[in-house]
């Protein structure tokens, strides 16, 4: 949900590779998250075949209820960028993260 802020609405397909989840990984907790009211999925407005994934304003509530304010050291850094920009690093960490798994596989 914390991506899901940063980056609002997003497809699906785009989510699971950002997340390095298997798509049907993330429609599962992605069912789970629209049962509670969290998430709304649209279909694209230019392409009915993919899906578009969105907080509702009850979930971004969870995530603030969740994300305490500052969040000691780290929130202090991050507060410099704005919600794109800690989308993008995030974005970032989650590749490099990626990168590193796959490299530890070959080893």
């Known amino acids: 949900m914390l991506t899901l802020s940063g980056l609002g609405p997003v497809s699906q397909r785009r989510l699971a590779a950002i997340l390095g989840i298997r798509s049907a990984s993330l429609s599962e907790l992605l069912g789970k998250m629209e ?17 578009m994934v969105a907080l509702t304003e009850e979930g971004k509530a969870e995530v603030m209820r969740r994300r305490p304010a500052g969040s000691g050291a780290s929130g202090e850094l991050l507060a410099a960028l704005d919600d794109n920009q800690r989308a993008q690093f995030g974005e970032i960490l989650t590749a490099i993260k990626r990168h590193y798994q796959e490299l530890d596989q070959q080893r």
């Open 35 to 51: 049962a509670r009211g969290w998430i709304a999925r649209t279909p694209h407005p230019k392409d009915g075949r993919t899906n």
